[in-house]
């Protein structure tokens, strides 16, 4: 229903004009006795209108746009959790209905160092570097070493995106445990965890279940289902973020889902017992005549290269470091221990050593453990010779691979350009190929050299400041896909559908990005 709504000096206008009807000799100036009242009734309804109006944006949970175009929630915080219950959507706590919570990350693991025979209990803590991000050991370990070689699963005891954390994180022991070296580095990814859920994502999700409600067998049933689902034995929530429907994809009367969950890459796969938990629940509530196949989705792994013109912005802090001419260099001899590489060091790299700059390298790390992200480090020193040493500040946990690694000029644009890139791809779903997919549900599956470039050029820092300037070549080389083992090109990409599975892209874990500086 619309309201009119009326300025507090509108009403005011409106207050003085009745009293100078209604007492015409009276003082009608802002310090007299009416003009106070006129004042006074002014903010009180006003006050009251604006409560009025946001009832009524509450009784229709609906979006609007800000004055800067961005499209928020005209329903309160309080009336979507309100919406949330009433219509029963999950929160992801078997059980609970409402607004899903901020989660914890997962699939982290280090090896921790120490004397031998030491052991470190299973719930141990460990803190990043801020001391703000707390992870916790999931299973004891007893050292071997040195050198030790047995791992330790860990998980975050801290919610939100902050807790994850990449491969070569260096945590430290909170409190120290005796005979324990103080600090151990991530061999694998804390992934996964995810922020309260916002307004706008929730407001999503009551619209669809108006728009789209249960019906007894839809397509979107079985997505709901599929993200509310639980263990049958325990009432778990089974931790399915999305469900991707794809009726009679195995024939008439079949319903095939893809499910997927919070994490990165191939970790957004489900295991093998999540999926058999999955099809228990999605058979204990299909209709009888229906049949319900889950579905594991392909993981088939791309790099991205990305040739940028980054900002000026800030003094210069997104710039490289040193100009590579758009040449990457090969790695042969990596030494974890020193902490060197061996290469052909290009003559602008020795030159920003030498005036004490300390540059930047953006390190491609092939080897499998690693962060689809760039490694970046600084060249301390080198060595010239043939070939060049060079000395850096910090190494990957495994890697980089002699003879098939390599690195380009590193700089201030390369860290957040390439997570927002690795949000993207990991924000994508299974192959709509087959025309099988759930029509209703528009979901983006291919990897397109267009929203690449949407992505890069809306990188910005946490204050609003753009840190790219320009992607050259955008239809040549400026943005080029690689496949598998294949050759980068400047072709998107566009998972299929095929007899071996629904195909979903993934980010090389090692190396699958590179935001490399256009010349």
Not at 117 to 139: E, H, K, M, N, Y
Not at 152 to 172: E, F, M, N, Q, R
């Amino acid at each position: 229903m619309a309201i009119t709504v009326y300025t507090e000096q509108q009403i005011f206008d409106s207050a003085i004009g009745y009293f100078r009807l209604a007492f015409p000799s009276a003082d009608l100036s802002d310090r007299g006795y009416f003009g106070l009242l006129a004042r006074a009734f002014a903010r009180f309804f006003s006050l009251t209108q604006q409560q009025i109006l946001q009832v009524n944006y509450d009784a229709i949970p609906a979006y609007q746009q800000d004055a800067d175009g961005n499209v928020r929630s005209r329903t309160s915080s309080e009336a979507l959790d309100f919406w949330a219950f009433v219509f029963g959507l999950s929160s992801g706590v078997a059980g609970v209905y409402g607004r899903r919570g901020a989660t914890i990350s997962t699939g982290g693991s280090g090896t921790p160092s120490g004397v031998a025979a030491t052991l470190i209990p299973a719930g141990s803590t460990l803190t990043d570097s801020t001391g703000q991000i707390f992870v916790q050991t999931t299973a004891a370990v007893t050292l071997d070493g040195p050198p030790n070689t047995q791992t330790v699963p860990v998980v975050s005891t801290t919610t939100g995106t902050a807790a994850k954390l990449p491969v070569d994180t260096v945590l430290s022991w909170q409190p120290a445990i005796a005979n324990v070296d103080p600090t151990m580095t991530l061999t694998s990814a804390l992934v996964g965890a995810e922020d309260r859920e916002s307004d706008v994502d929730l407001l999503a999700r009551i619209l669809r279940r108006i728009q789209l409600p249960p019906r007894g067998g839809t397509a979107n049933d079985y997505r709901n289902w599929a993200e509310e689902s639980t263990n049958l034995t325990t009432g778990a929530s089974l931790g399915i973020e999305r469900g991707y429907v794809y009726p009679l994809r195995s024939g008439l009367g079949t319903v095939d889902v893809v499910p997927l969950q919070n994490g990165s890459g191939s970790g957004r796969i489900p295991g093998a017992a999540t999926l058999i938990n999955l099809l228990a629940y999605l058979n204990s509530v299909r209709p009888v005549t229906a049949t319900v196949n889950v579905v594991a989705a392909l993981p088939i792994a791309i790099r991205v290269r990305v040739r940028v013109v980054a900002s000026p912005n800030k003094g210069g802090a997104y710039l490289y470091d040193w100009n590579d001419q758009g040449l990457a260099t090969a790695i042969t001899n990596p030494d974890s221990v020193n902490k060197t590489i061996d290469c052909a060091a290009p003559t602008n790299l020795k030159a920003a050593v030498d005036a004490g700059q300390q540059p930047r390298i953006q390190i491609i790390n092939s080897y499998a453990g690693e962060s689809p992200l760039p490694f970046q480090a600084r060249v301390l020193s080198y060595v010239a010779g043939t070939p060049d040493t060079l000395t850096l500040d910090s190494f990957p946990a495994n890697g980089p691979v002699g003879g098939t690694d390599y690195f380009w000029a590193g700089g201030g644009v390369v860290d957040l350009v390439a997570s927002r890139l690795l949000d993207y791809v990991d924000g994508v779903g299974p192959s709509r190929q087959s025309g099988y997919a759930d029509t209703l549900d528009a979901w983006e599956a291919d990897v397109t050299l267009a929203r690449i470039a949407d992505v890069v050029m809306e990188t910005k820092d946490s204050d609003g400041t753009r840190m790219i300037l320009d992607i050259p070549k955008l239809a040549t080389n400026g943005i080029t896909i690689a496949v598998g083992a294949g050759a980068f090109a400047a072709v998107s990409y566009a998972p299929r559908d095929v007899g071996s599975g629904v195909e979903l892209a993934t980010l090389r874990a090692g190396g699958g990005l590179e935001i490399v500086q256009a010349n």
